[in-house]
T-cell receptor, first 115, second 115 residues
């Protein structure tokens, strides 16, 4: 149980385009989803927290207009990187927690490369 | 503010020997403590957690961790290391506080098990 998927696993795009990453909880209802960014050999940096049906809460320094987060259902959250630039290249990981909320379960991550 | 420290960037151990990955924490309330493992280009996998109760927590793949309140530590241990245990390990903490579900991660420890 507690499986979280992400799609796509890899994406390469041109500078200026927008990229959407999906995060799904496959066997539980995720009342809260989290989006992280990870640079090589570094820890996870929390970007935002989203609760189903409400606006995401962004961490300080994260541009909400650049990283659009939608959590429209209890099993799906999306992160859209708008007008991507090479500095947005990174490993993006989502996690989800259910109503009890004790444990976050992580997706496999999405590697984004912006050329 | 809560924080987690993993004092060792790298831990090397011979296969079959016991391993320890260290973690200390700083929180103002009662902590929820977690260990996650990350394999290359993958998301985080949940290993174990401490919420309350027995200080020795057993988790996946033969790992265990001991919560020590006086030393504010939560070291990860395994009696006999396997080469396949080689990965990046993250300790994380969440304060038991109502709706607050954010995890704070340590910087990670790269474990290498030598054959």
């Amino acid at each position: 149980g507690a499986v979280v998927s992400q799609h796509p696993s890899w994406v390469i795009c041109k500078s200026g385009t927008s990229v959407k990453i999906e995060c799904r909880s496959l066997d539980f209802q995720a009342t809260t989803m989290f989006w992280y960014r990870q640079f090589p050999k570094q820890s996870l940096m929390l970007m935002a927290t989203s609760n189903e049906g409400s606006k995401a809460t962004y961490e300080q320094g994260v541009e909400k207009d650049k990283f659009l987060i939608n959590h429209a259902s209890l099993t799906l959250s999306t992160l859209t990187v708008t007008s991507a630039h090479p500095e947005d290249s990174s490993f993006y990981i989502c996690s989800a927690s259910g109503l009890a909320g004790q444990t976050q379960y992580f997706g496999p991550g999405t590697r984004l490369l912006v050329l | 503010a809560q924080s987690v420290a993993q004092p060792e960037d790298q831990v090397n151990v011979a296969e079959g020997n016991p391993l320890t990955v260290k973690c200390t924490y700083s929180v103002s309330g009662n902590p929820y403590l977690f260990w996650y493992v990350q394999y290359p280009n993958r998301g985080l996998q949940f290993l174990l957690k401490y919420i309350t109760g027995d200080n020795l927590v057993k988790g996946s793949y033969g790992f265990e961790a001991e919560f020590n309140k006086s030393q504010t530590s939560f070291h990860l241990k395994k009696p006999s290391a396997l080469v396949s245990d080689s990965a990046l390990y993250f300790c994380a903490v969440r304060v038991y506080s109502g709706s607050a579900r954010q995890l704070t991660f340590g910087s990670g420890t790269q474990l290498t098990v030598l054959p």
